[in-house]
């Protein structure tokens, strides 16, 4: 779990601050590796600095070094968008101030990272030059905001500093929502349909797959795992039927033939909509496919950079599916990692993958700015069988979204 945990399992630490406070050093002594290149020239860190540890008792945590926020010119201007973007993926900001020094940038940086519920730290680094004046003291025990101080270049108090970042952490980290396990309990069988195709890992199984595995091993339940041709077989040789089938997307119309209807069946991106989104708001947002038309544009969120190769589920499966839909040709745009745009009021609908690349707080901050732009967001799961008509079906293990369209066609019907 440890190296090899995957980032969106991680605590996402993020370092603020101005250029040259220390940012760099502060993350070194704290991982103790030269995780960050250190210089006494300004604006050294130029593009986000990940390095991933293991902080006890936390657990796996990723720690973001950043860019200056003072930075300077139209370079400096990219800089400081791209700090700004990693505020939706910060589980935990650590604002760093220097030399009992605190201006506009570190007031500024302090107001957007509590105007988006992120706890904060604030570190005024360089103890040995000056401490926070009494002034600050003050108001950041009025706003509830710890105090830290340390001294980077030689470890002084960076012990008191893990301290405190373990004892901020988020308490939805600490027990984070479940994959599966809360479905299918101890002792009960879920079947999960696995196809091998071009863009899996040769000699493993995708990382949503590996995930969900280990929820129910966690949870004591039984796990079979099948191609979507054994299904059928595999489903005979039970003595009783599955909890739960849960389906790779591409497969669902063969999985939902061969499942029986009285059996839950749902898919990993749909389960990971839940575990790491909100499968309510998401499932609302498939809602919008019927109302596309052609020519109207489409962005298809993908948290992974992997390389598409042949019938890839998000750049041609999906649009396939949803053009034949909506009768028409759509315009699809694709981002990738990160990267997410700013302004989203060109796009009547956006699909976000499954996200296990992601935090669950970055993919709920795009959710945020999807709703503050008056665009519906949906999931890669939900929007294929949204579009191949097995969409209640899809949702037959969550009484509550299965409610929520039901009271949603209730009020349809009532404006009709």
Request: hydrophobic share 45%.
């Amino acid at each position: 779990m440890s190296q090899t945990a995957p980032k969106g399992l991680r605590l996402h630490i993020g370092l603020f601050g101005r250029r040259n406070v220390g940012k760099s050093s502060l993350l070194n002594a704290i991982t103790r590796q030269q995780a960050a290149i250190v210089s006494n020239v300004a604006g050294t860190t130029t593009d986000p600095v990940e390095k991933p540890m293991e902080l006890l008792p936390l657990g796996p945590v990723l720690f973001i070094d950043t860019a200056g926020v003072d930075d300077e010119g139209a370079l400096g201007e990219m800089r400081i968008a791209r700090t700004r973007a990693v505020f939706d993926r910060t589980d935990l900001g650590i604002l760093v101030a220097a030399g009992g020094e605190w201006g506009r940038f570190e007031a500024e940086l302090l107001e957007a990272l509590t105007a988006r519920d992120i706890p904060v730290l604030v570190v005024m680094n360089k103890m040995d030059q000056a401490r926070a004046p009494e002034s600050l003291v003050a108001e950041l025990a009025a706003k509830k905001i710890p105090l830290a101080h340390t001294a980077a270049v030689n470890g002084e108090g960076v012990g008191a500093l893990k301290q405190q970042i373990v004892q901020l952490a988020p308490a939805d980290f600490i027990s984070s929502p479940a994959i599966i396990s809360d479905l299918v309990g101890p002792g009960e069988t879920a079947v999960l349909v696995v196809p091998i195709d071009k863009e899996a890992p040769k000699g493993r199984l995708i990382l949503p797959q590996v995930q969900t595995i280990r929820d129910l091993l966690d949870g004591d339940a039984l796990c079979m795992v099948v191609k979507e041709r054994e299904l059928r077989q595999a489903l005979a040789l039970l003595k009783s039927p599955p909890k739960l089938v849960v389906t790779d997307s591409q497969a669902f119309l063969k999985v939902a033939a061969d499942v029986p209807p009285e059996v839950n069946l749902t898919s990993f991106s749909i389960l990971f909509s839940r575990a790491k989104g909100d499968l309510l708001t998401q499932a609302e947002g498939a809602l919008a496919i019927d109302r596309l038309q052609p020519g109207d544009k489409v962005l298809m969120a993908e948290s992974c950079t992997h390389h598409p190769i042949g019938e890839d589920i998000g750049r041609v499966k999906i649009p396939r599916w949803l053009t034949q839909y909506v009768g028409g040709a759509l315009e699809f745009t694709h981002v990738q990692g990160h990267d997410f745009p700013s302004n989203l009021h060109e796009y009547q609908l956006v699909i976000q993958c499954g996200s296990c690349m992601l935090n669950r707080r970055e993919v709920l901050s795009r959710i945020i700015h999807c709703r503050e732009a008056g665009v519906p967001v949906t999931n890669y799961g939900l929007a294929i069988s949204f579009s191949l008509g097995i969409f209640k079906r899809a949702l037959s293990p969550f009484p509550a979204a299965l409610e929520l369209l039901a009271s949603l066609e209730q009020g349809a019907a009532g404006g009709r």
